[in-house]
Structures are given as C-alpha cells and as structure tokens.
C-alpha cells in the first residue's frame, strides 16, 4: 500500500473547522483507499494477495460498490472468494473442516483491508496530533477552535493522550477534548429537547428551529457515522 494515499496533513483535517476533525480524517482515508483499491490498486498482485486474506467489511464493501466498476469489484471479489475455497473448506478425511479451517473462518469474517490501512494511518495521525499538541501553541489554539469531538473519537484520542503527550500536558489537553464535547453535547440536549416538544399539542405550529435535524447529529456525535440517507 502507498504510504502517501493514507498520509493527510494535519491543517487539512483542522483548518476547515466543520464538524469533528478526526471524523473527517477518517472520512478522506475511507475515500482514499476505497478508490485505490478498485482502481490502481486492483490489477496489484501483492496488494490482491493482501486483500485475498483480509476482505472487506460490509461498510467498505458497499464504499468500494459506489466508488468502483462492477467489474473491479467482481474481480476483486473472484479472487478472495477462491481464497475462501482453499483456507476454509479445506476438508479432512472425514470430509469436515478442522480446528485451523474454523479459525481461519473467524479471523476472515472478523477482518478487512480498509479498516487496517485506516487504522495503520490513524494511530500515526494521533501521534502527530500529541506532539503537535505538545510543541505549539498555534495548534492548540486551532484544536480548540473545532466545533466538537465526536463521542468515540474523543474516546480514542484520550486512550493515547497520556503516552502521546506525556503526562505534564495531559490534563490541559484532555480539559480542552472534553470541553469540546461538553459544549457540543450541551447544545444538541437543548435541540432534542425541543424536537420533543414541538409534538405536544400546545406547541403546534411552532419553530423547531435548529431541533430539526437533532436526531441526525446525535446519532452522528454517538457514532460518528451520519445515518444512512441523510
């Protein structure tokens, strides 16, 4: 896998200040690698040798459907479903999978190619966050001007944030991750509660105002992922 198709700089995942800026960090790996590997990436044995083994999730399986050919698809699909053949269904005597065939089972339907490149790209990204955290003042500044953190990555930032910024600066940066989902949490309660009782009867034909789309962002804040067919 090219090095540079899950290298981001960091200014353009901050700069934009829309939304959670690890999300959309995410969001251009996924973009990123889902369009190599139906596209340059494809007809790449050693690349075609990985994803044999790997496969995809039914997130990035479906990503790869919308951003590659029918046909790319349908190849890269050829090879890892003979792949399955050989490392699975291999039978013994009594015409049953062993042990190592289930395990190989398991491991297939637990892995993906895109989710490891991306988690590959992730943890190095974090670790450019820590230190940029950790040496200029500038870059805190703009961490803290983000509109918020979602909910699993405000976890998985500060499940590192100890080691990767040590332990003198862990506290201002954990405050300032924290204030960014308080502030942010504290304005989407405010717009839910609202939603709701624009249902009850003496609020009929009032203004929902901003509650209009609150069921979206909380779940997107929740998950991180923007519901389906919004």
Same mark, same amino acid.
């Given at each position: 896998m090219r090095e540079d198709i899950c290298t981001i700089p960091i200014s353009e995942v901050f700069e934009p200040k829309e939304g959670c800026p690890i999300c959309r960090m995410r969001d251009t790996l996924e973009n990123r690698v889902t369009e190599y590997i139906t596209g340059a990436? !494809?007809? &790449?044995?050693? *690349?075609?040798? /990985?994803?044999? /083994? =790997?496969?995809?999730? @039914?997130?990035?399986?479906? !990503?790869?459907?919308?951003?590659?050919?029918r046909l790319s698809n349908a190849l890269i699909l050829e090879s890892h479903l003979k792949e399955i053949e050989t490392s699975v269904l291999r039978l013994d005597k009594r015409g049953v999978p062993g042990k190592k065939e289930v395990e190989a089972a398991k491991k297939l339907t637990e892995s993906c190619f895109v989710c490891e490149q991306i988690q590959w790209a992730m943890v190095r990204m974090f670790d450019t *966050? @820590?230190?940029?955290?950790?040496?200029?003042? &500038?870059?805190? &500044?703009?961490?803290? =001007?983000?509109? @918020?953190?979602?909910?699993?990555h405000y976890t998985a930032l500060l499940e590192g944030a100890q080691k990767g910024v040590g332990k003198k600066n862990y506290g201002a940066f954990a405050q300032a991750a924290s204030d960014l989902v308080k502030n942010y949490l504290d304005g989407l309660q405010k717009d839910i509660t609202h939603f709701c009782s624009m249902f009850d009867y003496r609020n009929i034909g009032g203004d929902f105002g901003n509650s209009k789309d609150s069921i979206e962002r909380s779940i997107q804040f929740l998950t991180s992922r923007i519901p389906e067919g919004q």
């Open positions: 990436a !494809m007809m &790449e044995p050693d *690349i075609r040798e /990985v994803t044999n /083994v =790997q496969g995809f999730c @039914y997130p990035h399986f479906s !990503m790869m459907l919308k951003k590659g050919s *966050i @820590y230190r940029l955290w950790g040496k200029e003042e &500038e870059f805190r &500044e703009l961490f803290s =001007q983000q509109p @918020y953190l979602c909910l699993p």
